[in-house]
């Protein structure tokens, strides 16, 4: 059977990624969402950093550095910021050099996380929400 190439924009693959998200939390899959709202993030960041210089990634590490700021804490690295934002999507996407076989961690609040800037990120990048009622009730929840 001769193979049947289609072509998809990111931005389709990302919206699927987002929809499948949305469901997969609804149903308490918070691991599915975790890695599909990650991917649907990472996508969508990079376009939304070429548009409109700033990604999702960006506003949360900041966020993170004015709080360090606010407690007149040393600020930690940048590198060592994000790692520890996207550590439990990387260890779920990763196995390291296969010796951790657990992983503990809040998945609701991190798919919360994903979930949140997959969707922001898509906004900052099409200037637009996508048109999927699930989707959207589950950010306007999320987001109140």
């Known amino acids: 059977m001769p ?3 289609t072509k998809i924009s990111k931005k389709e693959i990302a919206l699927i990624q987002i929809k499948a998200a949305a469901r997969h939390y609804n149903k ?6 975790i890695t599909l709202a990650g991917a649907a993030e ?13 990604d999702q ?7 993170t550095k004015s709080i360090f700021h606010y407690l007149h ?3 930690p690295r940048t590198k060592s910021l994000i790692r520890n934002r996207n550590i439990t999507k990387n ?4 196995n390291d050099i296969g010796e951790n076989f ?3 961690a809040d998945f609701e609040n991190e798919a919360v996380t ?13 200037e637009e929400w996508p048109n999927d009622k699930i989707t959207m009730d589950l950010y306007e929840f999320l987001t109140l």
Request: glycine share 6%; charged share 35%; proline share 0%.
């Open 114 to 126: 994903f979930f949140v800037a997959a969707l922001k990120n898509y906004f900052d990048a099409f």
């Open 42 to 54: 990472e996508i969508l960041g990079g376009i939304a950093k070429k548009r409109r210089g700033f």
């Open 3 to 5: 193979l049947k190439i």
């Open 73 to 75: 804490k040393d600020i």
């Open 102 to 104: 657990i992983i503990e």
């Open 57 to 63: 990634l960006d506003n949360d590490i900041d966020y």
């Open 28 to 33: 308490q899959d918070y691991v599915s969402c």
């Open 91 to 94: 260890e779920l996407k990763h």
